[in-house]
Every structure is written in structure tokens, then in C-alpha cells.
């Protein structure tokens, strides 16, 4: 099965990319959006400034799911990391994916998940919080009535233009599927079928 037969873009994304503003671009690439933001990293081939863990993934990344990120321990070369990448300090804390439109928060979800993973996600659940959109956003893209921004640990790490599609209407919770699971839905919620990359296959839905 090809990568584009598994992932099924929202098609407000889709048209996005077919007619990008140019002059919006920057905030899509994860390393100018992370040094505009004032954290510490750089691209691949430059030398981290100090011996840690870090998290290391594509510069730009169209079908999202966290492809190509990995958690890393970089000592100092990072000539070794794949052409494209990025590294950056890592985060921690919840991480939330919030909606705005035109500034205002709309809907607030937060994801659950193993530490030992990036990208298999145990459960996303709206959440009753507030975060104020960052000050570098709001005053570039305060007037966009689709923005979709994640965050960790308070850190944003990246946006879109667009909204989390999986919590439009009252949806509250959904809880990934992965192949090899039932997909015999807990009491009160319902399956969908929403294969990815990863080796989701749907999801349990409330």
C-alpha cells in the first residue's frame, strides 16, 4: 500500500498546500518557526551546543503523524542526522493541540502516550483549559479563522492552517486503534476506520 493510500489528509490542508502564501511558509518550517521562537537548535550537520537529549525531525513534514521524528542523545556532530532535519531541546509536560479562530481558543485536546513512543498515541480527550495564543502568532496570524497550534510543556513545537478534524462537532475523546487490536468498541464509544502510516487502523470514538 502506497503512503498517500494510508493517509487521508483533512482536504482544507490538501488545499492549502495547492495555493501556499508564500509569505505564511516560515511558520510551517519547524527550525525558523523554533528560532523565531527563541529555542535552541539548528540543522542538521551544526554542532549542538551541549551533550543532551533532543528531538530530531523533518524540517517540514506535509503529512504530519510525527513521521521521521526520533528522540536522540547528540553529543556534539550531527553530521550523521538525515539531510532535512532538524534538531531541537526537548520538551516535557502535556501536550496539547488547540484550535483558534481569529485568536480566540475554540477547542482544546490533550494526547496521551508512552514515553517510549512518538508517534503511537494511547488517547487524545478534550480538555477543559486555556492557553492564550503565543504572541509571535497572534500578531502574524491573529486573523486567520483556521489555526490549529501543538504544544509542550507550554512550548508551541508547531502549527497549521487548519483545525484538529478529529474533534470537529462534540467529539470528547478518541482512542487510536492499532493493527493486531479489537476493534470491538468499549461501551459508549464507536470505531471509525482511520488508518495511518504507523499501523493505526481506526479509532474508538465519543
Request: glycine share 10%.
Amino acid at each position: 500500500m502506497k503512503l498517500f493510500e494510508i493517509i487521508q489528509q483533512p482536504d482544507e490542508e490538501d488545499l492549502y498546500w495547492k495555493n501556499p502564501k508564500a509569505d505564511d511558509l516560515w511558520a510551517l518550517d519547524k527550525l525558523i518557526l523554533s528560532k523565531k521562537l527563541g529555542y535552541n537548535c539548528g540543522p542538521a550537520g551544526i554542532e549542538v551546543p551541549k551533550a543532551g537529549d533532543y528531538i530530531v525531525r523533518p524540517v517540514l513534514n506535509v503529512f504530519g503523524l510525527g513521521m521521521g521524528a526520533k528522540k536522540m542523545h547528540l553529543k556534539k556532530d550531527t553530521s550523521h542526522l538525515p539531510i532535512g532535519t532538524f534538531w531541537c531541546e526537548w520538551f516535557e509536560g502535556r501536550h496539547f493541540t488547540v484550535d483558534y479562530n481569529k485568536g480566540k481558543q475554540v477547542r482544546c485536546v490533550e494526547g496521551f502516550k508512552k514515553p517510549s513512543t512518538l508517534q503511537k498515541w494511547d488517547k487524545w480527550a478534550r480538555v477543559d483549559e486555556t492557553i492564550t495564543l503565543h504572541p509571535l502568532l497572534k500578531k502574524y496570524f491573529g486573523n486567520k479563522p483556521r489555526l490549529n497550534v501543538e504544544y509542550i510543556g507550554g512550548k508551541v513545537i508547531e502549527m497549521h492552517f487548519r483545525h484538529n478534524v478529529d474533534f470537529e462537532g462534540d467529539r470528547q475523546e478518541y482512542l487510536p486503534v492499532w493493527k493486531g487490536q479489537s476493534t470491538k468498541a468499549p461501551e459508549g464509544y464507536k470505531y471509525i476506520k482511520h488508518p495511518d502510516i504507523h499501523g493505526r487502523i481506526g479509532a474508538f470514538v465519543k
